[in-house]
């Protein structure tokens, strides 16, 4: 299964239509569309505007990989949950974001394991074509963040701050 | 109120999505303190808390709409004064502001975890959020400065 998921924003239907569009060209993949609240609807895939915390985890878990924007949330989860992911970053010039954030975020997502960034509808065709065959991410860095929670703990309950 | 000096109370407060999970990542630095969380969005995040926390689901609001910021901040107050918090934590982004700002009035002390999304600069909540904030921490070693943002780590 093929999970699409945009984040619980904004819609970004940029995407949603082109991971629709490999949908209707791959009956035989079961494929289920987070899209947002948006007008468009999707012609061949399943979706849902907005999923429930429960409804996305059930998905997430269920997926063989899965296709989002760079959203912090989807890049979390799925290194948590070892699936191959699929990123698109919005674009502020195409009214997809405030800002273009996601693009600074994309070009740091691409020097992680387990994680493909795309930036037009052809290649995001050619990657979900070959699906099946991309890498799960390594896990997450738990040392870095080992080392956040120690110093956050000294000071919460010691008042230890680690700066003057 | 002995068993309070042992016992922080601790706010920790993120909108729903990518800032939960970055506050999630973090919650083993809240255990043994005495927990409330505040989100946005989902109110089935109260399932992921530690037991024994309160959570408290608040209105997603942003700039553009002063009603719901209006309904944001009302909130966030009221929850401030009922928690009477000893800490305030928040990784954003709106909700996170009005609480360290109002965490910080009545004599908490206030953590600001920028989110890891913001590998350029550091996000507007987070730039406003600096005077309010007693640690004020970026996740990104080349945003850190010796007058702040820190950096002490990321979530991955």
Not at chain 1, 38 to 43: G, I
């Given at each position: 299964m093929i999970f699409l998921t945009v984040g619980s924003q904004v819609p970004f239907d940029r995407l949603s239509r082109s991971v629709d569009a490999w949908a209707a060209r791959n009956p035989q993949t079961e494929v289920f569309g987070q899209i947002g609240r948006?007008?468009?609807?999707?012609?061949?895939?399943?979706?849902?505007?907005?999923?429930?915390?429960?409804?996305?985890?059930e998905l997430l878990k269920r997926a063989r990989v899965i296709v989002a924007h760079a959203g912090m949330g989807t890049v979390i989860s799925a290194a948590e949950h070892g699936k191959p992911l699929i990123v698109m970053p919005r674009r502020a010039d195409l009214g997809e974001h405030r800002n273009d954030h996601q693009e600074f975020t994309a070009k740091w997502l691409m020097t992680r394991s387990g994680i493909s960034v795309v930036h037009g509808e052809d290649e995001l065709q050619h990657l979900l074509d070959k699906a099946g065959t991309l890498a799960p991410p390594d896990g997450l860095g738990s040392e870095s963040c080992e080392r956040m929670v120690t110093v956050l703990r000294e000071f919460i309950f010691e008042g230890v701050k680690p700066f003057q | 109120m002995d068993n309070r000096s042992r016992r922080p109370r601790i706010l920790a407060v993120a909108s729903g999505g990518g800032h939960w999970m970055q506050l999630m990542r973090l919650r083993d630095a809240l255990l043994g303190g005495d927990m409330a969380f505040v989100a946005t969005h989902f109110s089935d995040y109260r399932k992921s808390i530690p037991p024994g926390a309160r959570f408290y689901l608040v209105t997603d609001a942003n700039k553009k709409d002063w009603l719901r910021g209006t309904l944001l901040i009302c909130e966030l107050f009221w929850i401030i004064l009922r928690e009477r918090p000893d800490v305030v934590i928040s990784t954003g982004a709106a909700p996170g502001y009005f609480a360290l700002r109002f965490g910080r009035l009545l004599g908490a002390r206030t953590v600001w975890v920028d989110s890891i999304a913001n590998v350029g600069r550091m996000s507007l909540s987070g730039r406003l959020v600096r005077r309010y904030a007693d640690l004020w921490l970026t996740q990104w070693e080349h945003l850190a400065r010796p007058e702040g943002p820190h950096y002490i780590g990321a979530v991955l």
């Open positions: 948006t007008a468009w609807r999707p012609a061949a895939m399943q979706w849902a505007e907005v999923l429930s915390a429960d409804e996305y985890l | -």
